[in-house]
């Protein structure tokens, strides 16, 4: 029976010794096994997970490994378990812990800096400095869940209470694990100012972070909110989460029907979300003089870019990793409220241990399928089950 050493468990959450896991092999190749059920140390707690999104980085980490950083390099063959967008019910307390309860549901964000470096200190601890330095003789106790330590494709994780959001009864499973995906987009729009009130803004690329991110955007306030895309499907999806316009840019030059849309001048932000190699030099254009360019996404190969351009305009670029200064709390705050539906963009739920074939709807996009989730219990094995 699980009873480690100063680790406060519950009889109403009995915990086994072990648990099913998938751990990654060589690129692609991703196996369940049994692994201990790890153990909470001070400031953390154990998180029995009910349901993990796959996330399009879930399948850069799979396929090819970067940006997950294990024991210093690429994530193969290290007995590691991916996933990161996962939420579940606090079932024991590490050391110290008396800000959640046994039995709380959690949702949880990735990025536990180490809470000691200058970044973390100002509440950037998804830029933390001592990134995956968390084995060996130097553990500063920073963790990435599904980047740098093991994550969520398994039954139960340790978290930092920092990494914790609670949520309402209301909110389902499926709804939880959307929450990190809108706190980057949140995150986006708090680095580009936050003051977004009244203020055009432009997403490109309706993906997750896309979509979320209008939906953000029009919770706070923001006027027009146009979305570009090349899917219709995505775009209509996008215009149900709050966008005034949306633009197929394989109908329509994106520069000129942003400027069409607003009065014929240019917006105040642009969050791209698209990672295509022209969404720079097209973002440049599409923001006013004096604009802010938020870069959510990025493309694989080096692009060249218009500085001359940027210079000449006065206008601000800013590259966004991850979900940093609690903006998965404010996310959060807006799903309870029920500002949007982000369960627009789930489209299914597997079993657990059908991985898989989630991981293979969410790569191909089989049925237009946009976020996946997988479920360690309550959906039978080897049956899709349709988004509500
Ligand atoms: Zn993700
Ligand atoms: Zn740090």
Redesign the pocket.
């Known amino acids: 029976m699980y009873a480690p050493a100063g680790v406060k468990t519950a009889a109403s959450h009995p915990i086994p010794d072990v648990m099913k896991a998938w751990v990654l092999g060589d690129p692609g190749q991703l196996t369940l096994g049994d692994k201990p059920v790890p153990v909470p140390k001070r400031a953390e707690v154990l998180v029995r997970i009910d349901a993990v999104?796959i996330?399009?980085?879930?399948l850069e980490i799979i396929y090819h490994g970067p940006p997950a950083s294990i024991q210093g390099g690429l994530p193969f063959n290290k007995g590691f378990t991916p996933g990161?967008?996962y939420m579940g019910t606090v079932v024991a307390l590490g050391p110290g812990v008396d800000e959640y309860q046994i039995g709380q549901r959690v949702t949880v964000e990735?990025h536990a800096g180490c809470g000691q470096c200058k970044r973390c200190r100002a509440g950037m601890y998804t830029s933390c400095h001592n990134y995956g330095l968390n084995y060996g003789d130097v553990d500063k106790g920073h963790r990435a869940n599904?980047f740098t330590t093991d994550g969520g494709f398994c039954e139960y994780q340790v978290n930092n209470i920092n990494t914790l959001v609670a949520i309402p009864d209301e909110m389902s499973d499926e709804e939880a694990t959307l929450v990190?995906?809108a706190g980057?987009a949140m995150y986006g729009l708090t680095e580009l100012g936050g003051l977004v009130a009244g203020e055009s803004v432009v997403v490109t690329g309706p993906g997750?972070?896309g979509l979320l991110g209008v939906a953000v955007a029009k919770a706070l306030g923001a006027h027009p909110v146009i979305l570009t895309g090349t899917r219709d499907n995505r775009l209509a999806i996008g215009l149900g989460l709050g966008a005034d316009y949306a633009v197929n840019v394989r109908r329509e030059d994106a520069v000129e029907a942003v400027r069409r849309l607003n009065a014929g001048k240019g917006v105040d932000y642009v969050v791209e979300c698209s990672g295509a190699p022209s969404a720079v030099n097209e973002a440049i254009r599409m923001v006013n003089r004096g604009g802010k360019v938020c870069l959510a996404a990025f493309p694989h190969e080096e692009t060249p870019v218009d500085v001359a351009h940027i210079v000449r305009n006065n206008i601000y670029l800013y590259g966004i990793r991850?979900e940093g200064k609690s903006a998965t709390h404010r996310a959060e705050a807006f799903m309870s409220q029920k500002r949007f539906d982000a369960t627009k963009i789930h489209t299914h739920t597997f079993a657990l241990e059908d991985l898989p074939t989630a991981i293979r709807y969410a790569k191909d996009r089989v049925e237009d399928a946009i976020k996946v989730v997988v479920k360690a219990r309550g959906v039978p094995a080897a049956q899709k089950v349709a988004a509500e």
Do not use: L, S, Y
């Open positions: 999104a996330c399009a980085t879930d990161h967008e990735i599904g990190v995906t980057t997750p972070i991850g």
